[in-house]
């Protein structure tokens, strides 16, 4: 939470604000353009950005209105710097969405306070997004095809007890839905149910995250606190959902495998161990036998997780729980925005069926959102009211080119097929896709999920 990136055309303000908050321990960026700016805010997650309102090539509130509807997780804090003249556009901006502003020449202590309490800000707003995403997703594992018939029966049977479940299956096949509905129906439903993503944690933090330190042995940061208690500790008589498993590295596979078998561990820099009593369900999405055969995933490990293995097939193979699907989110979404009654046409369902879904029911979930957001009068929506992208297997077929709306959607969609490319010539194997990118791993896996991609299996 420490992440800052200042956008000014001015080099010495840009150099000098660097230095200045590098020295008070935040990590920083710099862009001299909104476009340059836009492009670093769509590889990697900043928490501020202190954006000058007048930049050479593009206005200052268009780029503003550009970053607030950015994919919601990842939207920063805005602080607007404004020079003579320019004041009442930074005061229109935070009417707009825009954390505070700043005045030029800028006052040093008040840009320190100013940029504390946009951190604080966003911490703030990441808290109830998590916790409003937490009641959200209390939802059922909805499907009426045979297999999801069979995996909500596997779930009612399985729930009760306290054995370890491996659930298999693309990326946004709902694996954490059954994660959690497991922990609704079990024993430990009004203890916690934690969520650790190990493909989206740098290897180098995966280690605290789950564990925890004390006396200060974690990353530094300002204001770092000195102890934090890990994942495990955080579950403690509860459920401990540990997403993308295979995404650990074999020294970390070793620890997790003895906090397993004892359910205790040692934080990093502690000189005594910590006793939990944890469920373990993990997931992946990776042929975790071919990776033991690899060598990057430990058998033992596998073994001890895979008590009871749940597959969860991709969407493309289930196509018959798309109405029911769109039904839900429909009302979903529909009481989230005031609009209640939404209902979508055969037409345009039927079209949803050709499409081959490859980020599976979080493409569909994100796909229903953005329709219903994009035609504000709508009640029914029709096929004509669909994104291009549904209609690219069926191509010309269905009546529609390969035309774009926006040069965004142009770049989404080549990005996409881009990155699908690098995975296949990686046979689905994210770290080495992200080497040949260029990206680090965790940067290619937030792209893939805001893009919905999946590796395939
Ligand atoms: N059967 C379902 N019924 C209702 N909603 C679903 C279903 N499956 C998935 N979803 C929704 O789709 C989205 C993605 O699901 P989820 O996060 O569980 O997938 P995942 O397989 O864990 O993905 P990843 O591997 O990328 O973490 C969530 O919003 C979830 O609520």
Request: hydrophobic share 40%; with cysteine; aromatic share 6%.
């Amino acid at each position: 939470m420490n992440h800052v990136l200042i956008v000014d055309d001015e080099a010495e303000i840009r150099e000098s604000l660097e230095n200045i908050l590098r020295e008070e321990g935040y990590v920083v960026t710099t862009a001299a353009t909104a476009t340059e700016a836009l492009e670093l805010l769509r590889d990697a997650a900043y928490d501020v950005v202190l954006l000058d309102i007048w930049l050479p090539d593009r206005d200052g509130l268009d780029t503003l209105g550009e970053i607030r509807q950015m994919e919601s997780a990842h939207v920063p804090e805005v602080v607007i710097i404004s020079g003579h003249g320019t004041i009442e556009a930074a005061v229109k901006a935070t009417k707009l969405g825009a954390y505070d502003f700043l005045e030029k020449p800028l006052s040093l202590a008040r840009t320190l306070i100013v940029l504390k309490n946009a951190m604080k800000a966003r911490q703030m707003r990441e808290d109830n997004q998590e916790f409003a995403r937490q009641l959200s997703v209390k939802g059922t594992v909805t499907g009426n095809s045979v297999p999801m018939k069979a995996l909500r029966q596997q779930i009612k049977l399985m729930a009760p007890t306290n054995g370890r479940v491996l659930i298999f299956g693309e990326s946004g096949t709902g694996k954490e839905l059954i994660g959690r509905a497991m922990h609704e129906e079990s024993l430990r439903k009004d203890r916690v149910f934690v969520e650790l993503n190990c493909a989206a944690i740098p290897e180098d933090y995966i280690e605290t995250e789950l564990f925890g330190y004390r006396h200060g042995a974690g990353p530094a940061g300002p204001g770092s606190p000195t102890e934090k208690r890990g994942t495990f500790e955080r579950a403690d008589g509860g459920t401990l959902f540990l997403d993308e498993v295979g995404d650990m590295s074999l020294k970390t596979q070793a620890k997790v495998l003895r906090a397993l078998d004892e359910q205790r561990f040692l934080p990093v820099g502690a000189s005594h161990p910590v006793h939990v009593d944890v469920r373990v369900i993990a997931a992946t999405n990776k042929d975790l036998e071919e990776e033991i055969a690899r060598g990057n995933f430990r058998e033992d490990l596998f073994y001890r997780l895979n008590v009871i293995p749940f597959f969860v097939p991709p969407l493309r193979d289930r196509k018959e729980d798309i109405p029911l699907l769109v039904k839900e989110f429909l009302q979903q979404f529909g009481q989230q925005y005031g609009r209640p009654r939404m209902e979508m046409s055969d037409d345009a369902l039927a079209a949803l069926k050709q499409y081959h879904w490859p980020g599976n029911v979080r493409e569909l979930r994100n796909l229903v959102e953005r329709v219903l957001i994009l035609n504000p009068k709508v009640q029914r929506i029709e096929k004509k009211h669909l994104p291009v992208l549904v209609f690219r297997d069926a191509g010309k077929a269905a009546g529609r080119g390969e035309e774009f709306a926006t040069l965004l959607q142009a770049r989404e969609a080549y990005e996409r097929d881009y990155i699908l490319k690098k995975l296949d010539e990686c046979h689905g194997n994210v770290s080495r896709a992200a080497e040949g990118l260029g990206l680090e791993r965790s940067h290619l896996y937030r792209k893939m999920k805001a893009l919905g991609v999946s590796v395939k299996e």
